[in-house]
């Protein structure tokens, strides 16, 4: 055993991490208690998950200081390999990843002629689902969301047949903005800020895993 473990000072660190990770998990369950799940919530909500992680992940070093032992089984910098479970509708498959990715992107789009895009939409969706007549695509798109869902269906997701990739999970919303979105200035430091979902009504969410 470390001279140092078990001692009155890594006690007393251990208890000041443990305090202050409560504090913050009460923050968060009362601030997302409020929350409907609009999109100009998000932004908080990563925040608040931020300041969980890093205070777990802290708690978890105190205990090792004290015990030699870590409670939570969270990630740790500088594992070589992480377990990955990839699923599908029917059953799961455990892979090892080497090293993990996450894409991330977000198109702001205007709609510049909209019979255009939902004849488009209404020709992707007779293609995606089968025995589909131009009756049934014109009942079933109808607005602007509906033929870019359409459209994307339509279109595989490249990440599904990349050699060497494995598709932990995905998400993709289709939002209306509230206001005409800010473009990204370039400054590097706002980047992550700039792909952030924008306020504004959820109109459709898809998601993979």
Same mark, same amino acid.
């Given at each position: 055993?470390?001279? #140092? $473990?078990?001692?009155?000072?890594? /006690?007393d %660190? @251990?208890?000041?991490?443990?305090?202050?990770l409560?504090?913050?998990?009460?923050?968060?369950?009362?601030a997302? +208690?409020?929350? /409907?799940?609009?999109?100009?919530?998000?932004?908080e909500?990563?925040? @608040?998950?931020? $300041?969980?992680?890093? @205070?777990?992940?802290?708690?978890?070093?105190?205990?090792?200081?004290?015990? +030699?032992?870590?409670?939570?089984? @969270?990630?740790?910098?500088?594992?070589?390999?992480?377990?990955?479970? =990839?699923?599908?509708? #029917? =059953? +799961?498959?455990?892979?090892? %990843?080497?090293?993990l990715?996450?894409?991330?992107?977000?198109?702001?789009?205007?709609?510049?002629?909209?019979? $255009?895009?939902?004849?488009?939409?209404?020709?992707?969706?007779?293609?995606?689902v089968?025995?589909?007549?131009? $009756?049934? %695509?014109?009942?079933?798109?109808?607005?602007?969301? #509906?033929?870019?869902?359409?459209?994307?269906?339509?279109?595989?997701?490249?990440?599904?047949?990349?050699?060497?990739?494995a598709?932990?999970?995905?998400?993709?919303?289709?939002? =209306?903005?509230?206001?005409?979105?800010?473009?990204? #200035?370039?400054?590097?430091?706002? %980047?992550? +800020?700039?792909?952030?979902?924008?306020?504004?009504?959820?109109?459709?969410?898809?998601?993979?895993?």
């Amino acid at each position: 055993m470390n001279a #140092d $473990q078990f001692s009155p000072a890594s /006690a007393d %660190a @251990l208890r000041d991490s443990a305090a202050r990770l409560a504090e913050v998990l009460q923050r968060y369950a009362t601030a997302t +208690g409020s929350m /409907a799940g609009q999109t100009n919530e998000l932004e908080e909500i990563f925040a @608040l998950n931020a $300041q969980v992680s890093a @205070l777990a992940a802290e708690l978890n070093d105190k205990a090792f200081d004290h015990t +030699g032992t870590l409670p939570l089984p @969270l990630d740790l910098e500088g594992n070589a390999h992480h377990h990955v479970e =990839e699923s599908d509708d #029917d =059953e +799961g498959e455990t892979v090892e %990843a080497e090293s993990l990715l996450s894409s991330v992107s977000r198109w702001n789009l205007a709609v510049t002629d909209l019979d $255009q895009l939902l004849a488009a939409g209404r020709e992707a969706h007779r293609q995606t689902v089968a025995g589909a007549t131009a $009756q049934d %695509a014109a009942l079933e798109i109808t607005e602007a969301a #509906d033929a870019v869902h359409a459209i994307l269906e339509a279109r595989p997701e490249p990440w599904f047949e990349i050699p060497g990739i494995a598709v932990m999970h995905g998400l993709r919303l289709l939002i =209306e903005p509230e206001d005409v979105p800010e473009q990204f #200035d370039g400054d590097l430091e706002n %980047a992550a +800020g700039a792909v952030l979902p924008p306020a504004g009504p959820l109109l459709i969410a898809e998601s993979w895993g």
